[in-house]
């Protein structure tokens, strides 16, 4: 059984960056398929970015040129860098792991973020 504690979450002014992290329990996590999601308040979860085992990575468009996943494997980590934040990423988001990069068996808790204006 995994286990995902995201970090670094807060207020954060409109233009503004933050660094989230997420760290595991498990040694193998260079393993898995990690990603992270985002929920909006009263909106359905959604994809943000997701990193291979080997690094490969991908991004949802809305966030794509400004957000950065990566992983530390040896750390048992991965981290999304997020820069010039908008309003509109304000959500909880939440890191993921799983077998491939359509299933993530494994959900942190999710840390918050707020973005103002």
């Known amino acids: 059984q995994v286990q995902l504690v995201e970090s670094g979450g807060g207020l954060v002014q409109a233009g503004g960056s933050l660094r989230l992290s997420c760290a595991a329990s498990?040694?193998?996590?260079?393993?898995?398929?990690m990603a992270w999601f985002r929920q909006a308040p009263g909106k359905e979860r959604e994809f943000v970015a997701h990193?291979?085992?080997?690094?490969?990575?991908y991004y949802a468009e809305s966030v794509k040129g400004r957000f950065t996943i990566s992983r530390d494997n040896a750390e048992n980590t991965v981290y999304l860098q997020m820069n010039s934040l908008k309003p509109e990423d304000t959500a909880d988001y939440y890191c993921?792991?799983?077998?491939?990069?359509?299933?993530?068996?494994?959900w942190g808790q999710g840390t918050q973020v707020t973005v103002a204006s």
């Open positions: 498990e040694r193998t996590l260079s393993t898995y398929f």
């Open positions: 993921a792991a799983g077998p491939t990069r359509f299933q993530y068996n494994y």
């Open positions: 990193i291979s085992r080997n690094g490969n990575t």
